[in-house]
């Protein structure tokens, strides 16, 4: 048995070997300082928005170190499916026999939680995205993500101003911040090009949230609703 | 696997030499090794006697200013890259330290091109590596628009950024071309004289050396007055003695010289003193036309600009040209009057160019109001747009229709505003909002709702909303819009005790100990808002007081306190004093804004000369007296 010092776990021996691999990144404690810690924006494009009946389509995801993304390290998986919904597809434009090269869903999880390890996870709208892999995990009888998560939407939010004369409980949309952050709105509804965008996104935000270099993470996992 | 983030990349490179030289394999190749890394303003990315990082750099979005610094000196910038822009080239020749600073001068996207990655083309495609060699070499970023350079404009006189950066030091325009006479000689003559060589002034001399100056204000006072005939000797006018100076006085010498004894020439003489031989003239004309950034080519330039990313460069020119004339301390009315007008022009010019834009012509007569500061000719920095957009009634079934033809043309024009450099109002006070986008019935009843709710919301807006000015289009709708504001105003004591109330509800910065108060918590702890302590307090008594003598049409703060010594003479004091502290304190703001690249608005006390702390606190007193006398006149208790 090997215990987790931190979570004081076990972690299940009986899981597959990556699972075992990725839960141990996380005996490691993370930075306090934010220019140290690992971001992995990611996006998710999906059947639809039920948990149950629906389905990932694709991930993509990028790293975030110290305000800079690597290109070449980025994240790109499709995924085979057997569930198909006509409805979404004018969204995201991937249809079922398309020349994406595809891998099975447990091999898709397989690689991403191979990228994000123990990184901290940020995603616009996060708990969706969150959910729908934890889903797919389940499916496949393993736990739910242990990564810490941050979500574009919240931190969005919190930028803005405390007046009764804008609707402060107004969701935004990617589109929406991209707009008011003057991003271009290119490869929208792909799970890269969202991540892409997510990930600008995130490194103004914590710009204009972090002006004096001061804020540790504890203070970016405390921004709340 | 493919990379659909590298395409876009790739895309955007493909724009720009020398990228542009490269096969698009290859450019897709490069693409997928970049780093994209993200700075906010002020963050340097390399600076000199640095190690040479293993990348270059090009600039996707923002920009980077490229600072010479020698030792002991203030940073000079040297160039500017914006969109597309290529720098940091040194590690590609050579292995020592860099030489120069690179600094963000706004929130930027850069992509840093490793160089092991790109080295290769260098050497396999030529036209790749003589690009690179040559821009380095001069130092330019992009020799194949060397004519074009720095030019905001093909035909214009503008002058190249380097010497921007030393507006204040430039060698000054003499004008040789001046005419001369004699004491003896009749004013008659002289005007003759100066009509027919198309001066402005002419110099009375003996034996060479000069003795007295008359300029066309001098005919018009003394002369056009009747208290001098045309057949007086020119001597009688003549301002005497000369102030002369040599031919090596800098610009900013000589305009400080010109203000300080209020005139607007200056002879200039062999040795510099009034016992030589008269070389030349300097007019205060010659020299603002001698500034590749003065306000007349600026204006021009905005007037003609085809793109929202000229107007960009062009507000850049506009700032420097604010920081030369703060540093020359010419007097702040002059100054934001100046800045206001291209501001103003900046705005209209925008405006016109989406109208032309949109689909069809407006169907209806609009304004387009802008709020706040700039409203108030006060914005001198970048601040947030604040605006609003009023149109001529149209027939209820057209309404809708209207509307949204005008929250679409006004959703264009906050976007390239934004792209320009005025952020969006944090709280969407902006035409784009159909809350303030109105006919100009449904701006009355807004108004009214305002008035007679008087909430403290309902007060903030009208705060906002009372200090409108228009920039474009039908002044009579913004007009009938303030005659409608006084109309409900008339008699309503009411609205005017809550104004007074809030214009109270900032006290004087000054602590009891005479110390300031400074922020208490957040992240702008122990940093003094000059804003919010400073020149909002003024800013509210000045709107309140030009509000109960139903004064229209003036909304600078200074300028309404100049109006209310004049109107209220037992009080010219104080207002006088109002006036002068307002400009200060705007002044303060800016200078600390262009200093460390943001609004201005918090000051770190520690920055402070202790000449400054007193100046401040004199403006302080100044509010202190002034809410005084708005507690003494308004019924405020009630709602403190």
């Known amino acids: 048995m090997i215990w987790n010092i931190f979570n004081k776990k076990p972690i299940d021996e009986n899981l597959p070997e990556f699972w075992q691999n990725y839960a141990r990144s996380f005996e490691e404690k993370l930075p306090e300082d934010i220019s140290k810690i690992r971001f992995v924006v990611f996006d998710t494009e999906t059947t639809g928005f039920d948990f149950d009946e629906d389905r990932i389509l694709s991930i993509g995801a990028v790293r975030i170190e110290n305000n800079s993304i690597e290109i070449g390290d980025n994240f790109e998986v499709f995924l085979e499916q057997s569930r198909f919904n006509p409805e979404t597809v004018k969204i995201h434009g991937i249809i079922q026999n398309e020349k994406f090269e595809k891998v099975p869903e447990l091999e898709g999880l397989k690689n991403f939680l191979n990228y994000v390890q123990n990184s901290v996870l940020v995603a616009h709208h996060a708990g969706f995205d969150f959910k729908m892999i934890n889903r797919a995990l389940n499916r496949h009888g393993l736990p739910k993500l242990k990564n810490k998560v941050l979500d574009t939407a919240v931190l969005y939010k919190s930028t803005r101003i405390a007046t009764n004369l804008i609707n402060r409980d107004k969701i935004y949309s990617l589109d929406e911040i991209a707009e008011a952050y003057n991003i271009e709105l290119t490869d929208r509804h792909t799970a890269s090009g969202d991540a892409y965008i997510t990930a600008i996104i995130f490194m103004k935000l914590l710009g204009r949230i972090n002006k004096k270099n001061k804020l540790g993470m504890k203070d970016l996992y405390k921004i709340k609703n | 696997m493919t990379n659909s983030i590298a395409i876009r990349i790739a895309d955007f490179l493909a724009d720009f030499p020398p990228f542009s030289l490269l096969h698009r394999a290859e450019l897709d190749k490069i693409a997928s090794e970049i780093k994209v890394m993200y700075f906010e303003q002020g963050q340097t990315i390399f600076s000199k006697n640095e190690k040479v990082h293993e990348y270059f750099y090009i600039v996707q979005k923002g920009a980077v200013d490229l600072q010479k610094a020698d030792n002991g000196q203030e940073p000079e910038t040297i160039d500017k890259c914006d969109e597309g822009d290529v720098f940091g080239l040194r590690p590609l020749f ?400 009411n609205f005017l005790n809550r104004l007074a109330a809030q214009a109270l509800r900032n006290p004087s910065p000054l602590g009891f100990f005479r110390q300031f108060l400074v922020e208490q918590d957040g992240e702008k702890k122990d940093l003094f808002d000059i804003k919010k302590r400073g020149i909002m307090p003024l800013t509210d008594a000045a709107r309140l007081l030009i509000l109960e003598h139903r004064v229209k049409n003036i909304s600078n703060t200074s300028e309404r306190f100049e109006k209310l010594a004049q109107l209220e003479p037992n009080n010219k004091e104080i207002y006088k004093a109002c006036a002068y502290s307002s400009r200060v304190m705007i002044k303060f703001r800016t200078k600390q804004g262009l200093k460390n690249k943001d609004n201005g608005r918090f000051i770190n006390l520690e920055d402070l000369s202790k000449e400054d702390k007193i100046k401040l606190k004199r403006c302080f007193k100044t509010i202190k007296e002034i809410q005084e006398l708005i507690k003494v006149r308004f019924q405020t208790t009630y709602y403190l």
């Open chain 2, 94 to 493: 050579a292995k020592e330290n860099y030489q120069i600073n690179a600094i963000t001068d706004e929130e930027s996207v850069i992509y840093a091109i490793p160089l092991n990655v790109f080295k290769p083309y260098t050497i396999s495609n030529s036209q790749v590596g003589n690009f690179l060699i040559e821009s380095f070499a001069s130092n330019t970023r992009n020799p194949y628009s060397n004519e074009h350079r720095g030019k905001l404009i093909a035909d214009e006189d503008d002058i190249s950024l380097k010497k921007e950066a030393h507006f204040e030091l430039q060698p000054i325009p003499i004008v040789k071309k001046m005419v001369t006479v004699s004491p003896e000689t009749s004013i008659q003559k002289a005007a003759t004289l100066i009509s027919k060589r198309k001066v402005g002034s002419v110099i009375v001399v003996e034996d060479k050396k000069p003795v007295g100056i008359v300029t066309d204000v001098d005919f018009r006072e003394l002369v056009a007055t009747g208290r001098f005939t045309i057949q007086d000797s020119i001597a009688e006018i003549m301002n005497s003695p000369v102030i002369c100076y040599s031919k090596n006085l800098t610009i900013s010498q000589a305009q400080l010289t010109m203000m300080k004894h209020n005139i607007n020439h200056l002879c200039i003489t062999k040795d510099g003193t009034p016992n030589t031989k008269v070389k030349g003239i300097v007019s205060e004309h010659d020299i603002i036309v001698s500034q590749g950034n003065n306000p007349a080519v600026l204006m021009k330039a905005i007037n003609r600009a085809s793109s929202t990313k000229k107007l960009k460069r062009i507000r850049n020119k506009i700032m420097i040209l604010l920081n030369g004339y703060l540093k020359s301390n010419i007097p702040l009315s002059h100054v934001s009057n100046i800045i206001f007008e291209l501001n103003d022009a900046t705005i209209k010019r925008t405006i016109k160019r989406c109208i032309d834009k949109m689909d069809s012509p407006p169907p209806a007569k609009f304004a387009w109001m802008s709020l706040g500061s700039q409203g108030r000719k006060e914005q001198l920095l970048h601040t947030d747009q604040d605006n609003a957009l009023v149109f001529e009634d149209v027939p209820e079934e057209k309404l809708a229709e209207t509307r949204a033809y005008f929250l679409k043309l006004a959703t264009k024009v906050t976007k390239r505003l934004n792209i320009i450099g005025y952020e969006f109002c944090p709280a969407e006070m902006m035409a784009r909002n159909p809350k303030y986008c109105l006919s100009l019935s449904e701006w009355k009843e807004q108004f009214s709702e305002w008035v007679t709710t008087s909430g403290n919301d309902e007060i903030l807006l009208c705060q906002i909303f009372f200090d409108f000015d228009i920039s474009y289009g039908e002044v009579k709708l913004t007009n009938s819009v303030s005659d409608h504001i006084f109309e409900i105003l008339k008699g309503n004591s």
